[in-house]
């Protein structure tokens, strides 16, 4: 059972400095926790009765991304994986300087950053972890584009 919580928005501006010149801004972030309280193993994958299709496992112990889990009911650690909870925190983003400089030919130059962020633990305020979106260390892309209107 996965008790997961997200939370994004999209931001778009477009500005006109002139008719021929334009700032254009996109932004995405986005944030996604989760934690799961209850995990299962498969045992009979075709059965009609959906109890008998697995059984559950037990935590023991939840400490430094560690799972400790008990697959029999004896109490003792059957089986120990890495914790599945998680952290996701992304933000992408775009500035394009559009600029028309003769009728139909146009120059872009464009700024992508881009950043994320994947944990292994869970963030109990989705909120929280949407602010930690700024310290995220990202990349940055430039490019230019320019076309060329050829009249025939």
């Known amino acids: 059972k996965l008790n997961r919580e997200t939370l994004q928005t999209t931001l778009r501006a ?7 010149l334009s700032l254009q801004f996109y932004g995405n972030p986005y ?15 075709l059965a009609r009765d959906p109890r008998e299709r697995y059984t559950s496992f037990t935590f023991l112990n939840r400490e430094g991304g560690v799972v400790d889990l008990d697959l029999n009911g004896d109490q003792t650690a ?4 890495a914790d599945p909870d998680f952290d996701f925190r ?3 983003s775009n500035f394009v300087l559009r600029w028309e400089y003769l009728a139909g030919s146009t120059l872009y130059l464009v700024w ?23 310290n995220i260390k990202g990349e940055n892309g430039f490019m230019i584009k320019l076309s060329y209107w050829l009249s025939l």
Request: a negative charge.
């Open 31 to 45: 944030a996604s926790t989760g934690h799961y309280s209850e995990l299962y193993k498969v045992e009979n994958s």
């Open 14 to 20: 477009e500005y006109f400095i002139t008719p021929e």
């Open 90 to 92: 992304e933000f992408r």
């Open 112 to 134: 992508s950053h881009n950043s994320s962020s994947y944990e292994y633990l869970h963030t109990p305020s989705i909120l929280d972890s949407f602010r930690g979106i700024s």
């Open 78 to 81: 059957d089986l120990i994986m």
